[in-house]
């Protein structure tokens, strides 16, 4: 690599060191910083220095003098490498690479739901602004109205004008504002998907990592192999420490449990929980209390958990909370209300698939974790 160093690299080849351990080869530059790692060969006309996990060349013009260490210091040095990079492809054992391959992909899952997480806190910090914004420019913009359907071009061109301009500018602002307004719920139901997504595969993964770990402790594996496995389960740990869990005692319908649930922020309905049910259904009675125009929703059809296919109107929730756990913008399905229901709807999927879902049948305690690193 023959490009201009950078503080990236000399931050990786410090942190590449066992600390302490032992001194490594060191290469001093003319503009005198000081690269260690392995030197693995060079040229007359270059010096090339093994960093770990990757090797950086320097043209001789810009290297003052290169230090070398002891063959046995290297050997210290590769060591700690190894174990610094355990799970990177060079240094990764035999036979683990297609493990290795799905966690790194849990780990780009998870950097995509830390990302989505603070987009979370920005969107429900931004939203109230924005709504109160748009409310503020809409009453500017009635009142420009009015004032205009009132003004006269003829006794006052400059004024008119200026009136014109004003209102033209509140309907454009109006317009950014309703667009943000209904943007918001795509953002953040797009954002709650990639936390699900990442939490379903993390709960994948460690079903996994136990099954492939139980498999090679019986052929009685390697120390590498045994210590690839603590590294990733060590890492799954911390992973399963950035979800809080939110527990709320169900009350039990026949063989069914039904809870509690704040929808939109303030109004409780009681749900019976159904991890059968792609979707939340709300039933129209409780839509009402909402203060929802049953009529300004769409139509759509929904099959359900039996197989039937029924048409009814679908609806996006703002929020929905059951316990501490909280989720927004979820999908759902609006039903009749059946004769005789003393439920305000299903708990279904678009809810329950954000988090990692326990039903204790024995306490009746319905536990949800989720993510907030």
């Known amino acids: 690599m023959r490009a201009r160093l950078t503080s990236t690299w000399v931050c990786a080849a410090v942190l590449a060191l066992a600390a302490g351990v032992a001194r490594a080869d060191t290469v001093r530059l003319k503009n005198g910083q000081a690269i260690e790692g392995i030197v693995i060969g060079g040229t007359a006309g270059a010096v090339r220095l ?24 290297n050997e210290w040095i590769r060591s700690g490498w190894k174990e610094e990079n355990l799970l990177h492809r060079k240094y990764l054992p035999p036979g683990l690479e297609d493990l290795n391959a799905e966690f790194t992909r849990l780990n780009d899952l998870h950097a995509n ?10 969107l429900r910090a931004r939203e109230p602004e924005i709504k109160k914004e748009f409310d503020a420019v809409a009453a500017n913009l009635a009142r420009a109205n009015q004032r205009l359907a009132g003004a006269s071009i003829h006794a006052d061109v400059r004024g008119y004008n200026a009136l014109v301009a004003e209102c033209n500018a509140l309907r454009i602002r109006y317009m950014e504002l309703g667009n943000q307004l209904n943007a918001t719920p795509q953002s953040l139901k797009s954002a709650a998907l990639k936390i699900g997504a990442f939490q379903e ?23 590498g192999v045994s210590n690839v496995f603590e590294r990733m389960t060590n890492l799954c740990a911390g992973y399963d420490d950035e979800f809080t869990s939110s527990s709320v005692t169900a009350r039990r319908a026949g063989d069914s449990a039904v809870v509690p649930a704040i929808v939109n922020g303030g109004t409780t309905g009681h749900f019976l929980v159904d991890t059968g049910a792609s979707t ?23 099959t359900m958990a039996d197989g039937r296919t029924v048409r009814g109107r679908k609806m996006v929730l703002k929020t929905m909370q059951v316990g501490e756990a909280r989720a927004e913008a979820v999908d759902a399905a609006v039903l009749p209300t059946p004769n005789g229901s003393d439920v305000d709807g299903l708990l279904g999927m678009t809810f329950l698939g954000r988090f990692a879902v326990h039903l ?8 949800l974790k989720q993510f907030a690193p």
């Open 113 to 122: 739901a830390v990302r989505a997480s603070q987009s979370l806190v920005e």
């Open 201 to 223: 595969s993390l709960t994948a993964f460690e079903a996994r990592l136990k099954r492939e770990r139980d498999k090679r402790m019986k052929s009685n594996a390697n120390a």
């Open 280 to 302: 939340v259904l709300v039933y129209e009675s409780f839509v009402g209390k909402l203060g929802v125009d049953i009529k300004s929703l769409p139509y759509a059809k929904f």
């Open 360 to 367: 204790d049948g024995r306490t009746g305690n319905l536990t």
């Open 50 to 73: 093994d960093m770990g996990i990757a090797a950086i060349t320097f043209p001789s013009n810009m290297v003052k003098a290169v230090i070398r260490a002891t063959a046995q210091e």
